[in-house]
């Protein structure tokens, strides 16, 4: 009896913490047998069943316990669905995810910059470049913060579809927002690209990424690195990307 190890008079809080306890020792069986043995479940007690299942790539589990979520009318947040949607990129369940993302929409939950990346992320694995656009732009509407972490997401999304263009349209709204070497990187890979000379098989890492594409530590946010006000940035890698793939393109950037 795992709440017996818990204690006898666990309350919510107490087995919120183990729950959590487990889902971070990846032992996510453990987490979801307290949470079916404790009667009194919050939104903070399926956050962290959920999480767990991410954690431990359990991408059907989660997608049920958010389901189980609504059955017994346990509010959701923003966290909950970056978790699963999340859950269902890792797995490669971009369909999943997307029907998730279709569901958030339909609710009255308010989303936050981490779902937005997390759905991101399986719009790229799915090569699914009007998505991740529209999530972009969705995301700029709400006046949340755009990272290096959207920008490479962006990217990859176009680059499997092979769209080029729409990526270095994208570009230019990143330049205040991340480190200019990075700008700089970003626009010369599209740029070989578009002009046909492949971007090769390696990933685009972002500054502060320690691996490729999909961080094994999840999807924390990568500090924005602001271009400070008196700062310069040389738009010429974007023109020639945009002007090789556009005659007179590299006026849009005038």
Known sequence: DLLGEVGPRATTVTVNAAIAACADAGEWRRALDLLREHGERDTISFNSAIAGCTKSGRWREAVELLDQMQAEGVPATSSTYTSAIAACERGGAVTEAVRLWDRLQASNVRKEAP???????????????????????????????KTARTLQTIVRACERAGRCEEAIQA??????????????????????????????????????????????????????????????????PVERAVGAAVPGGELWLL
């Open 115 to 145: 779902v937005y990346n997390a759905m991101l992320l399986a719009a790229a694995r799915g090569g699914q470049w009007r998505l991740a656009l529209a999530l972009l732009h969705e995301l700029q509407e709400a006046g949340l913060p």
């Open 171 to 236: 570009l230019a709204g990143f330049q205040e927002v991340v480190d200019p070497a990075y700008f700089h990187s970003v626009a010369d890979r599209l740029e070989r690209g578009l002009l046909g000379h492949g971007t090769g098989t390696s990933e685009l890492a972002a500054p502060g990424d320690s691996g490729p594409y999909l961080p094994a530590g999840g999807l924390g946010e990568v500090p924005v690195l602001p271009v400070p006000v008196h700062a310069t940035v040389d738009l010429t």
